[in-house]
């Protein structure tokens, strides 16, 4: 299999910036050009401020800012700010969020499930981490305020993107102890069910009977709980779920993460294809925090692997990283990789660089 270069190419938002009109990131793309039709979503925008925000804590860049103010003002609107009121029995929609956006900025009226919100936590977090300014920090603030209430309403993706957000919300205000315990409810949740599959001689240590979409981020969540709560429970629980994902998306060679395609059912086959960038993301979010837990070296080499991904270390030994555009394939399939760089793909490959520049840097060179 053909490998691809060591080097990390340049982070570059020249795609991040084709896709992104005055009101936010569109959806989807017909190659490289967006489809205007389709939309945007409060997902595509949440992840594109967190790749925002990166970016410009990196280097300070004039267009990054200006894209984080645009991204944040998507997210910001898609917010019902309000806070949770209770109204004859039931809860009114206080701290949610609208996630499908038609091209005319009308919101639709009747959207299917979504991790919407616990993304939009997730890059609030991020934002209170790393502000480019303070200006920006009561704004964001007052939103967790609002929503960190639901979190434990939501299902188990959000909750865990959740857990990222209400982590950078503690490295800012370390006193908050009701966000502390937002967040100690969040990931005990998550774990609840793994309280009897743990025990030896199982063999499927993990929080469903089938491995679907972005599966790393669950024990990226439970490392950076462990971390931020220092509790090592949350870190046991980590490693087991982290092993065990590992032992069935790397070949030793390179990564090859559950396809799309059926997905990987307990005690049935793992689809191959299609493979999502979403996949390496997460799974590079989940090493990153792996090593900030364990100090652990390993983790890092793994986390240049799982890059590699988008370079041509995969299945097929096709890079879906295009240097020319500056974009990214939609997914890995089996005849190939897909021509259309959408809103998903292309901030995956950016949040999954992004991640891993000072990582990489930590690794002795021979």
């Known amino acids: 299999m053909t490998k691809s270069s060591i080097e990390l190419p340049e982070p570059s938002l020249e795609h991040l910036q084709r896709l992104t009109d005055d009101t936010g990131l569109f959806?989807?793309?017909?190659?490289?050009?967006?489809?205007?039709?389709?939309?945007?979503?409060?997902?595509?925008?949440?992840?594109?401020?967190?790749?925002?925000?990166?970016?410009?804590?990196?280097?300070?860049?004039?267009?990054?800012?200006?894209?984080?103010?645009r991204y944040l003002a998507f997210v910001l609107h898609s917010h019902n700010d309000d806070?949770?009121?209770?109204?004859?029995?039931?809860v009114e929609a206080g701290g949610t969020v609208r996630n499908f956006m038609n091209f005319d900025r009308t919101w639709q009226p009747a959207e299917p499930?979504?991790?919407?919100?616990?993304?939009?936590?997730?890059?609030f977090g991020s934002l209170l981490a790393q502000p480019p300014s303070q200006i920006y920090v009561p704004i964001v603030r007052e939103r967790i305020d609002i929503s960190a209430p639901l979190v434990e309403k939501q299902h188990l993706r959000g909750k865990a993107y959740s857990i990222l957000g209400l982590s950078g919300y503690l490295n800012r205000f370390p006193d908050a102890d009701d966000i502390r315990a937002y967040m100690r409810q969040a990931v005990d949740a998550?774990?609840?069910?793994?309280?009897?599959?743990?025990?030896?001689?199982?063999?499927w240590p993990w929080f469903e009977d089938i491995l679907t979409y972005d599966n790393a981020m669950l024990p990226c969540a439970l490392f950076t709980a462990a971390t931020t709560l220092g509790d090592k429970r949350y870190l046991e629980v980590a490693q087991k779920t982290c092993d065990f994902l590992l032992a069935n998306t790397y070949t030793g060679d390179h990564f090859s993460f559950v396809g799309c395609n059926g997905w990987f059912r307990r005690g049935g086959p793992k689809a191959q294809f299609d493979q999502q960038p979403i996949e390496a993301a997460g799974t590079i979010l989940m090493l990153k925090a792996a090593y900030e837990a364990t100090k652990d070296r390993k983790f890092l080499s793994l986390q240049k692997k799982a890059f590699n991904w988008f370079l041509g270390e995969n299945d097929l030994g096709i890079p879906l990283y295009d240097s020319a555009t500056k974009?990214?394939?939609?997914?890995?399939?089996?005849?190939?990789?897909?021509?259309?760089?959408?809103?998903?793909?292309?901030?995956?490959?950016?949040?999954?660089?992004?991640?891993?520049?000072?990582?990489q840097q930590r690794i002795p060179r021979r």
């Open 190 to 203: 998550i774990i609840r069910p793994l309280s009897s599959v743990l025990r030896p001689p199982e063999n």
């Open 327 to 359: 974009g990214c394939g939609d997914g890995l399939g089996a005849g190939g990789v897909s021509a259309n760089q959408g809103a998903e793909s292309t901030v995956s490959f950016l949040l999954s660089q992004l991640s891993i520049i000072k990582d």
């Open 83 to 90: 806070p949770p009121r209770p109204t004859r029995g039931r």
């Open 113 to 123: 499930v979504h991790d919407a919100l616990g993304r939009v936590l997730w890059a």
């Open 27 to 69: 959806q989807h793309a017909k190659f490289t050009i967006p489809l205007r039709q389709e939309g945007y979503t409060t997902d595509d925008n949440a992840r594109a401020l967190i790749v925002a925000t990166k970016y410009y804590a990196l280097y300070h860049d004039t267009q990054a800012l200006r894209l984080l103010d």
